[in-house]
Structure formats: C-alpha cells, structure tokens
C-alpha cells in the first residue's frame, strides 16, 4: 500500500485511537458504559476539578498583579488610564453575552431542541472571534505606540494576563467547535448532552476570568 | 435531570450581568481614592457568583463539587497572604 | 572528629546549643525506633503459617502519647530555634557597617574610612558588625561557617548580616547561592584582628600588615594575588577557554578586540585592563570583569605582570 | 475463577498498537513504570558522574560547567520525571481500581493521553539536553534568566509533566469518588487508596502554581517580562514564593504514595490490622491540607521578612506531627504479630527506620537559628535524600517486590533480592550519613570545587555509590529475570481486593463488581476484637 495509504494510517491512528484499539471483550470498544447518571456527575467533578488548576493558573496571575499594584501603585495608576476603557467594556459585553447564549445552548439540548442549540453555539464562536478582533487591535494599536511586554512592570501583567487569557479563548473556541461538529452530526440529544454542558462550563470559566481582569486592569487607573 | 429555570430566568441574569457591567464603569468615573479597588473588586465578585450560581448550575450541585470550587479561592488567598506579608513586612533588621 | 566548625561569634553558641538539642532528642528516637524494629521482628517473629494473632486496630492511649510528646519536643526546638534567631536579626546600637557587594564570583569589601578590599574582610574582635551587602548582578548568598550565619545578596534592595566575632583567626567565606559557572570558586577570607592590629590596618598602612610580602619575589607575589583578588575565577593558567581570555602565553601574544583594532599584549596593555577592563574587549568575551582601580597599587600590578611573563 | 478472563491484561493483544493505544490501567500503569524506571537509570548515572567527580577537590572528570548540567539534569530529571509522576502514575494507575472493585479508572482515554503527555513532557526533556540547562532545578531567578543556556526547553517540558500530572491527579479523585464498589465506604478505603487520593488532590491543586511560575520565566526569557529579575523592578524572591508554593506540596506528592504502600506491607507480614487505621488515613489528608501552609522554610535566609519566617517556622513544625504519628502507627502494627521477613517487608522497615532519620533531620531545618547555618550546604542534601531515597525509592522497591507476583503472575528469587537489598541499605548509608557532617562543617550545596579538608568524607561518600551502584544492578537483574513456574494468586494471603482475582488479573479486573462487608485489613483471630 502506498505511502499515502500509511501516512493516513498513521494520521489516523494518532487522532482517533478507539478505532485501532483492537476491542478487548466483546461489548466493549474501549471505553466503559457506566449507568448514565455516574457517567454525567464524574463528568461535571471532573471538570469542576480542572476548572479549579483553570483558577489557580490565573490565580499566579492575579498575586502578581497584587503585589506588584502595592509595590508600584503609580505605575499601574498610569499604566490603567492608557488602556482603552471603552473597547475593554465592549468586549466585556460581548463576553458575557457569549457565556449567555452557552447557557441557553446547554438548556436547549436539554429540550432536544437541536436548531436552537446550533444557533447558540455559532453566536457563542462569533462572539469569540469578535472579542479576539478586538484584542488584536487593541495589541497592535499599543505595539504602534512602542508598548511592548517588557517596557515596564504593569505592560508586562497586562501583556500577561490578556495573552493567557486570549489562549484560554482560542481552546474555548476549538471546544465550541468541535461540539457545534459534533452536533451537527447529531451525537448529541435529550439524553446524552454532558460534552455540551462540560464545554459549558469551561467557556464560562473563560469568561468570569474575563469578569476579574476587566476591572483590574481598566478601570482602578 | 437538572434543567432548571427557564429561558427567561437566563435573560434576566444576564440583564442583572449587564447592570453590574454599567455600575462597575460607572463607578470607575469616580475616584474613591483607597477605596478604587475594593469596590470593583466586590462588584467583579458579584459577576463572578451569578455566573457561577446560575449558568454553572452550581446552585444545584452536591458538596463535593462545592468544595473544589471554592477551595482553590482559600489557596489562592494564602499565595496572595503570605507572599504580600512578605513584601511589606522587610524592616531593615 | 568535630563535627561543627570553630565557634567564632556570640551567634555561633546558640546555634551550636540548639544544634546538639536537636541531635540528641533525634538520636534517642532513632535508637528507640530502631531498638523497637528489630525487638518486634525478634520477638514476633513467625513460626507456623497461621500464628493466632490478636486483631488489635487502636488503643487510644498510646495514639494521644504519640501525639502529644512529638508535638512537645517540636515547641521546645521551635522556640530554642526562634529565640536564638530573635537575637540574631536585632541590630546592635554601637554596630559598624560594611557594605559587601556580591558580583560574579567576587566578593567586594566597603568600610566607612574609605577603604576597599576584594574577597578578604577585615573585622576587629568583639566588635558588633552590620553588613549592608547588594548583589550586582544574580543571587549570591554571604556564609561564613565559623560564624554561622548566611543571608542572600539580591539585585533589587539591601540585606543584612549582624555579628560579633569572638575568636581571632581567619576564616572562610562562601557563596551558597548558585550562581554560575564559578560559584564554588567565589571564595573569600575574614580576618578577625585583635583591636591593635586592627588600628594598625585601619590607618591605611597596609603595608605593615602585608609587611611579610615585601621581600618575595615580585612573580611568587603576582601568584598570591591571582588567587586572593579572585582572577582565578574567570582566568585560567593552563589554556582552557573560560567566561575570560587564558593567562597563559598572553605576555607578547596579539591580540584582537572586538572593535577591530588589536595590539600585543604589553605590560601597558596588561595594567590598562587591569584599571579599565571595557576599554580593549578580546573578541568573543563580555564586558564582565570588575575594575580594579585603588584595589591593587602599583607595585601589585607590576607583580602581577611579572607573573603572567613567567606562564610561557 | 472468571469466565471471561481466560487471558490477562499482559497478554491480551500483542504489538506496539495494542500497549501504545491501550486504555487499560493495568497496561498504563506497567508503561509508567518502564518509563521511569528509564528516566531513573539516566538520572542515576548522572548522581554516579557527580560524586566521581567530588573524590578529588579539583577538576576531576568534568569541567565546572558539565558538573552544573550534570547536577541540574539528575534534579530537574529525579523530580519531574521519576518521583512526582513516579508511585502515584505507575502503582497508582495498577492499583487503584483493583483496590476499589472497579473494572478501570473513570476517564480511560485521559489516563492515556495523560501518559502520551508524560511522553510528550519527556521527550522535550531529551531534547533540552542539546544545551542542557546549568541553573538548578530550582531554576532560581535572575541566573536563570540570563543563563545562555537552554532552559526554555527544560521548563516548557516540565509544564507539559505538569499538566499529564494533574489529569491523572483528576482521574484519580472522581474515580474514587464514584467508582467505589457497593459497601467500600470510605472507612473501608484501603490506605494505599487513601495516600493516592491525598497525592491526587497536592497534584491537582499545586502543579498550576508551577505551571503559570515558568509560562512566566519563560516569559521573562523570550519577552523580558521583568517580574523577577531586579534590572526591570521584578523581585527574585516573588519567583521563590511561587516556586516553593508547588514544589513545598511536589515533595509530599513525592512521599504519601510511598507512605501508602508501607500501609499496605505492614499488615499484610505482620498478619494484624494496620494500628490506627483512621489515624493513618487522616492524617494523609492533614499532611496534603497543611503542606500548602509551609513553603516559607525553604526561604528562611533568602531576604524573607523575620516575621514571616517565624509563622513558616510554626506551621512546618505543625507538619511534622502527623508525619511522627504515622511512623509510630506503623512500627505498632508489628506488636504482637506473625512477622515474615520478605524482602518487601526489609525495604518497609528500612523506610521506616531511614524516613524517621530524613524526618527528624527535617527538625534541624526548621528551627530557624540552625536553618541560617544549615542552609544550602550539603546537610540539606543529605535530608532531602534520605527522605527521597530512604523513603520513596524505598517504599517504591518495596512495591516492586510486594504486587510483583500480582503484576507478572511469576515470583523473583527471595534470596538475591535481600542480598540486593543489604546492598542498597548499606551504600545509601555510606552515601549520605557523611554528608550530614559535611553538612554541619558548612560545606555549600553545588560546589564543583571544595575546600580540601572535606576531601575524606566526600571519598567515603563516593564509594558509597559504587556499593548502592552494585546493590540496585543485582535487584534490576534479579527483577527482570523471574524464576520458573506460576505464581499463586494470592502468594503473600493478603486479604485486601487486589489480590482476590487472578495473578496477571484479566483485562476487566472483575466480572461481577464484588460487594464489600467485612472491614479492609480484617487479619487476626475474631476474639480479640470484642475486648
């Protein structure tokens, strides 16, 4: 078989591994059904679970900015006033009406109501892309005027902050999409919606990291 | 299972959302001096619950998952806690 | 075999008395778990495959005994450990400060009558002394064994060392924070000297003290300083590359700089690098070295070149 | 026994897909332990160089540059790749659903892609070895900023550890949340499960620490952040803080797996109930609550303000209580009992013996008046490894002995195990008993170079490591070569779950998720227990 044969093999192999593991009994193909219930509770402590090293990660952050703002209060006073306070709320905005649109998501696929639910999530992605846009030009609006990372400490929290911040809203966005995928193929329903509500679950986490950084970054200048 | 509230009970938090949103900037106009930060800071918190609370369903979850959404917020006071007394506990001995 | 270096300062003491209070509560409990090991597995040691065994799971006594004595034992050291501290970090009134400064792998001595030394501190005995030391570039850490004591040298602010040295005699100095390449050749000596010694070193004739260096030969003293003034952690003497140019065959070698100019390696090249180290940089090293201008006289200096001539 | 257990997990489906791909925890757990078992080996060379280079003060084999790579690589390649991931991934991953009645772990596909990030974390180890990082484990700030070294590589592959630690710390805790079988309340947990769960919670709660700590160092490296480096206003200790506040709780993760496994070899050859069960198992959760409490004892004489030394000094001598309770539970289980002498039962009473050394040794650093002479020199060496050797790698051979029947249905040879053993005893001693005096003589940690009047003690330290060299081949060797014939499913008669099913268990543990009555370490005659 040709060399293209073997590099999908391979491809294939290494993103959907079920499939080449060969089934260990015979009802069973990989993973193990639990009764539904313990299946949809291990799910959500499990992610609760993450969410907490989500807390903590961002958590550094926010000690850094504490003692920082404490050891060097001008610094973050003027550093605040530069940032731009009205793209900042826009984006605030914008955020949280993307984590309401993942609630309504989420209650939706509870009603088997599946158009309502893709219709969600595609406003939930849009919003995501729409809050990047908007911090890429606010990045490139403060590279034009010479700020970079590493002219001062505020810069750098802020820098810091956002940028983790904006990597943790690009994972969301893949999350989204791939259940929005996984919707359209119809794996989803009344009776099998945990994927949805855990990825839930992580986009609000995204956002109420958002609801903290918004006022201490933008607005005590 | 748990499908709770309606649709219009998540309208109207977000609208509550959107009031803190305006009240946090508008309080922002105002300089309270000391008290800048505290004040968003209790109000970021508020966000923070009614997003936790009503969109996370946390309201309706058992303890066990209580404690693992609280607890990182006691460790995360103690790095903050102990590093700040730190900082501003130096006397020149 | 002594297992604590010289006690030379009053902060030694209690550290060396909380040291054995420690040793001794910890011996007796390795012996009294160890005893107990080997008494059980003697004693209950198994004879048939099924010895009647009783299915003891607690015995609430024992459990508050075990308790209670580790948790005493741990206040007792805690507050022999604290209160010896406590002592440690008060700043005497009639203290004399030095600034120290740390840079890589050279110690730099400040007194307040204006005299400089390199990797060697001169204290007078039974005098209470304040080190204000700073770091100049990474982390080191000032720790004097004899003495007992150790605090780090950072970048961004002052630390500080208090103590009285009760012993005569020179001692060793550290760096135990690491810091790079040469950090275990980031050495140095206190000398304690009785206070007319110290009279005699203070009034800048220095040459009294180093009186015994007058009549070696220039080339053995040039030796003594490479060790003692710290070339000996970045310049090697027998070729190998380091953070700086080899001192062997230097003397008469041209050399290339990295602003395009070169020149042979002269005794007016040697001493200009020795004041002003940045002026001429040899290609492919940094601007590093410290200068060492009022550190070394003149006579120092033509020792020195006297001794890189004899390193062919 | 099972029906459909006819072949066990070892040989159920050959070749690199069927191990690679498998989603067993039986397999995972064997391939964690290969993998540190590697990682061990390397890293151990790499101590075996160090201390042949200390035999003579002056340039030995190495040049002061490969020393300090050489001391980075055996510490940053010990922590993060052998003993943080080590018992907990490896035993952890083998034993945990079997002592809970449950056919695999909750997430099967994370456990896996936990070990491929393992793999990842490693690989990126190997190849920051192109320029090998010189700054430490610790990776102190500002040298390791300005270090011309590769040590954004080294970080970024102990991130990626990190993070594969904390998915198998999550696995670990909803796993034994919901997939205890019926009437395995929590009083009934075996203390291996207990100590796993304790290990679970320090990894998931402490690693994002050291998580953000090197996203921002290497921040600091790529865009010259400035947080911790005194040129740009940053302060070197906040670095400290951050890192101590993961790696204060990383050295418990290291030690309560190993704590858990003497839980499980005590009764199992002294043939009576564990002492204080609930004591035990408690005090693993006050170790896991309170460790987040002490960090500050690593930073006593590193410009931390006086006052907070004080409260740091406090709470880790509030640590060291529970540590003393478990050791006296331990030793009491013996009293009375039938004591069999296996060379798991050597190694567990040489942890116990060894860690009360490492312990107390703990005593002298933290009162504060000994810690200011104390620190850094090579007493804190010779405690940390007393504890890490003396303890982990003790309690981890002692697991390789005990569940190696369980693990590969064949006995080892008991005789050559235990000379191993006297071996490993005997070097480890000579090792590190020396360095203790070094230690208090004020001899600094690191140092390429030393004075020569430590020369004797550093000689007797080094042929320290040629016996412990000797004594760890013979037990590899005896290890991977079984004697002939099966191995009962129950040789040592332990009574706990893992040992009721087939020797190399069949792929899904149990057919019928067993119900559990009567109490976990049920040993002794029933007459007793009513007095």
């Given at each position: 078989m040709g060399i293209y044969d073997i590099t999908t093999k391979i491809i294939k192999s290494i993103a959907y591994p079920s499939e080449m593991v060969p089934p260990i009994t015979e009802e069973d193909d990989g993973h193990h059904h639990f009764d539904p219930e313990t299946e949809h509770s291990s799910m959500k402590l499990g992610m609760w679970l993450f969410l907490a090293t989500e807390l903590l990660l961002f958590g550094g952050l926010f000690a850094a900015y504490a003692i920082y703002r404490a050891k060097y209060p001008e610094m973050f006073m003027n550093g605040s006033k530069s940032l731009d306070v009205v793209l900042g709320t826009v984006n605030t905005v914008i955020l949280i009406f993307s984590s309401l649109t993942v609630a309504i998501a989420v209650k939706a696929i509870q009603e088997n109501r599946i158009k309502l639910v893709k219709i969600m999530l595609w406003i939930t992605i849009v919003c995501a892309a729409i809050f990047a846009v908007n911090k890429y030009?606010?990045?490139?609006?403060?590279?034009?005027?010479?700020?970079?990372?590493?002219?001062?400490?505020?810069?750098?929290?802020?820098?810091?902050?956002?940028?983790?911040?904006?990597?943790?809203?690009?994972?969301?966005?893949?999350?989204?999409?791939?259940?929005?995928?996984?919707?359209?193929?119809?794996?989803?329903?009344?009776?099998?919606?945990?994927?949805?509500?855990?990825?839930?679950?992580?986009?609000?986490?995204?956002?109420?990291?958002?609801?903290?950084?918004?006022?201490?970054?933008?607005?005590?200048? | 299972m748990d499908n709770h509230g309606s649709y219009k009970s998540l309208i109207n938090i977000w609208l509550l959302l959107m009031f803190f949103t305006v009240t946090t900037v508008g309080a922002a106009q105002f300089d309270f001096g000391a008290w800048n930060v505290p004040i968003a800071l209790i109000i970021a918190s508020f966000k923070a619950g009614v997003v936790a609370l009503h969109f996370m369903h946390l309201k309706h979850e058992d303890s066990m998952t209580w404690v693992f959404a609280t607890y990182p917020l006691f460790l995360l006071f103690l790095l903050i806690a102990f590093t700040a007394t730190d900082m501003f506990t130096r006397v020149a001995n | 075999m002594n297992w604590l270096p010289t006690s030379a300062s009053t902060f030694a003491e209690g550290v060396d008395f909380t040291l054995w209070l420690a040793t001794i509560i910890s011996v007796i409990s390795c012996i009294l778990i160890g005893f107990l090991l080997i008494y059980f597995v003697i004693k209950y040691k198994r004879k048939t495959d099924n010895d009647p065994t009783p299915a003891i799971t607690h015995d609430s006594f024992l459990e508050t005994l075990w308790t209670i004595i580790p948790t005493i034992l741990c206040i007792v050291i805690f507050i022999y450990g604290y209160v010896y501290y406590d002592q440690y970090t008060v700043t005497p009134k009639n203290a004399v400060e030095i600034n120290v400064t740390g840079k890589r792998w050279i110690w730099t001595f400040d007194y307040s009558n204006g005299k400089k030394t390199l990797n060697d501190l001169y204290v007078p005995i039974n005098q209470p002394i304040r080190l204000v030391m700073q770091s100049d570039d990474v982390l080191h850490s000032f720790f004097v064994p004899a003495f007992r004591v150790k605090q780090d040298l950072m970048g961004n602010r002052y630390t500080y060392i208090n103590f009285t040295a009760t012993k005569e005699g020179v001692y060793d100095l550290y760096c135990t924070e690491y810091c790079g390449a040469s950090h275990s050749n980031m050495l140095g000596k206190v000398h304690v000297l009785s206070k007319a010694e110290y009279a005699l070193w203070e009034d800048g004739s220095a040459k009294k003290v180093k009186s015994a260096s007058a009549d070696i030969p220039l080339d053995k003293l040039g030796e003594q300083l490479y060790t003692k003034n710290g070339c000996v952690a970045c310049h090697s003497i027998d070729g190998s590359d380091g953070i700086a140019p080899s001192w062997k065959a230097l003397f008469g070698a041209k050399r290339a700089f990295t602003d395009g100019t070169s020149a042979v390696a002269d005794e007016n090249y040697i001493k200009e690098s020795i004041l002003y180290p940045t002026e001429k940089l040899v290609t492919g090293y940094g601007p590093i070295m410290p200068s060492y201008k009022g550190l070394l006289d003149d006579k120092e200096i033509t020792a020195i070149i006297e001794y890189i001539k004899t390193l062919k | 026994?099972?029906?459909?257990?006819?072949?066990?997990?070892?040989?159920?489906?050959?070749?690199?897909?069927?191990?690679?791909?498998?989603?067993?925890?039986?397999?995972?757990?064997?391939?964690?332990?290969?993998?540190?078992?590697?990682?061990?080996?390397?890293?151990?060379?790499?101590?075996?160089?160090?201390?042949?280079?200390?035999?003579?003060?002056?340039?030995?084999?190495?040049?002061?540059?490969?020393?300090?790579?050489?001391?980075?690589?055996?510490?940053?390649?010990?922590?993060?790749?052998?003993?943080?991931?080590?018992?907990?991934?490896?035993?952890?991953?083998?034993?945990?659903?079997?002592?809970?009645?449950?056919?695999?772990?909750?997430?099967?596909?994370?456990?896996?892609?936990?070990?491929?990030?393992?793999?990842?974390?490693?690989?990126?180890?190997?190849?920051a070895l192109a320029a090998p990082a010189d700054t430490g484990w610790t990776f102190y700030t500002p040298y390791s900023i300005d270090s011309g070294t590769n040590v954004i590589m080294i970080t970024l592959g102990v991130f990626v550890l990190g993070f594969s630690s904390i998915l198998t710390g999550i696995n670990f805790i909803v796993t034994m949340h919901k997939l205890r079988a019926p009437g395995m309340t929590w009083d009934r947990l075996p203390l291996f499960c207990w100590a796993a769960y304790a290990t679970s919670l320090l990894q998931v709660l402490a690693t994002p620490v050291v998580g953000i700590t090197l996203l921002l160092l290497i921040g600091e490296r790529y865009f010259g952040l400035g947080f911790f480096d005194p040129a740009k206003g940053g302060d070197p200790v906040m670095f400290q803080h951050f890192f101590w506040f993961y790696s204060h709780p990383a050295v418990y993760i290291m030690i309560l797996p190993a704590m858990g496994i003497i839980?499980?070899?005590?009764?199992?050859?002294?043939?009576?109930?564990?002492?204080?069960?609930?004591?035990?198992?408690?005090?693993?959760?006050?170790?896991?609550?309170?460790?987040?409490?002490?960090?500050?004892?690593?930073?006593?004489?590193?410009?931390?303000?006086?006052?907070?030394?004080?409260?740091?000094?406090?709470?880790?001598?509030?640590?060291?209580?529970?540590?003393?309770?478990?050791?006296?539970?331990?030793?009491?289980?013996?009293?009375?009992?039938?004591?069999?002498?296996?060379?798991?039962?050597?190694?567990?009473?040489?942890?116990?013996?060894?860690?009360?050394?490492?312990?107390?040794?703990?005593?002298?650093?933290?009162?504060?008046?000994?810690?200011?002479?104390?620190?850094?020199?090579?007493?804190?060496?010779?405690?940390?490894?007393?504890?890490?050797?003396?303890?982990?790698?003790?309690?981890?051979?002692?697991?390789?002995?005990?569940?190696?029947?369980?693990?590969?249905?064949?006995?080892?040879?008991?005789?050559?195990?235990?000379?191993?053993?006297?071996?490993?005893?005997?070097?480890?001693?000579?090792i590190f008993f020396p360095q203790f005096i070094l230690g208090t003589?004020?001899?600094?940690?690191?140092?390429?170079?030393?004075?020569?009047?430590?020369?004797?003690?550093?000689?007797?330290?080094?042929?320290?490591?040629?016996?412990?060299?000797?004594?760890?081949?013979?037990?590899?060797?005896?290890?991977?070569?079984?004697?002939?014939?099966?191995?009962?499913?129950?040789?040592?008669?332990?009574?706990?779950?893992?040992?009721?099913?087939?020797?190399?268990?069949?792929?899904?543990?149990?057919?019928?998720?067993?119900?559990?009555?009567?109490?976990?370490?049920?040993?002794?005659t029933k007459i007793e227990k009513e007095s």
């Open positions: 030009f606010e990045y490139s609006y403060k590279f034009g005027k010479g700020i970079f990372p590493g002219t001062d400490i505020f810069y750098s929290i802020y820098f810091a902050a956002t940028g983790v911040h904006m990597l943790h809203v690009f994972i969301g966005m893949a999350v989204l999409g791939v259940l929005l995928n996984k919707v359209y193929k119809g794996k989803y329903s009344k009776d099998n919606f945990t994927a949805i509500e855990v990825g839930g679950l992580y986009w609000h986490l995204v956002d109420l990291i958002w609801i903290y950084l918004f006022p201490l970054l933008y607005l005590v200048g | - | - | 026994m099972s029906d459909t257990s006819e072949t066990n997990y070892l040989d159920n489906g050959k070749g690199f897909a069927s191990w690679f791909y498998t989603v067993d925890h039986k397999r995972i757990g064997v391939m964690y332990l290969i993998a540190i078992g590697i990682f061990f080996i390397i890293a151990a060379f790499a101590s075996f160089l160090i201390r042949w280079e200390h035999l003579t003060p002056g340039e030995g084999i190495v040049s002061a540059h490969t020393y300090n790579v050489l001391f980075t690589l055996h510490g940053s390649m010990m922590v993060f790749l052998f003993i943080v991931p080590g018992v907990a991934a490896s035993f952890g991953n083998f034993l945990i659903p079997l002592m809970i009645g449950a056919k695999d772990v909750i997430f099967p596909k994370l456990n896996l892609y936990s070990f491929w990030l393992y793999l990842l974390g490693a690989s990126i180890f190997l190849f839980s499980e070899v005590m009764p199992v050859f002294s043939r009576k109930p564990i002492f204080g069960y609930k004591a035990i198992a408690y005090s693993s959760l006050a170790i896991a609550l309170i460790s987040f409490l002490v960090w500050g004892h690593h930073m006593f004489v590193s410009g931390q303000s006086k006052l907070v030394n004080i409260i740091f000094s406090v709470i880790t001598f509030a640590v060291a209580v529970p540590t003393a309770i478990k050791v006296f539970n331990w030793l009491w289980t013996m009293y009375k009992g039938s004591i069999e002498l296996s060379t798991a039962m050597l190694y567990s009473l040489a942890f116990i013996f060894l860690f009360t050394i490492g312990g107390l040794t703990g005593l002298f650093l933290g009162a504060l008046a000994v810690d200011v002479h104390l620190h850094d020199t090579y007493f804190v060496v010779a405690h940390m490894h007393y504890v890490m050797i003396g303890g982990t790698v003790f309690g981890f051979f002692a697991a390789l002995h005990f569940w190696y029947p369980k693990m590969w249905g064949v006995m080892f040879d008991e005789f050559k195990a235990k000379i191993a053993f006297v071996l490993i005893f005997i070097g480890f001693n000579v003589l004020g001899m600094p940690r690191r140092y390429f170079n030393y004075a020569p009047e430590f020369e004797s003690l550093h000689q007797l330290s080094t042929y320290g490591t040629w016996i412990i060299g000797i004594g760890f081949i013979l037990m590899m060797y005896t290890l991977l070569k079984p004697i002939p014939g099966e191995a009962g499913p129950n040789p040592y008669k332990s009574l706990s779950l893992e040992w009721s099913m087939d020797s190399p268990p069949p792929p899904l543990n149990f057919d019928k998720i067993p119900t559990i009555t009567e109490p976990v370490y049920n040993y002794g």
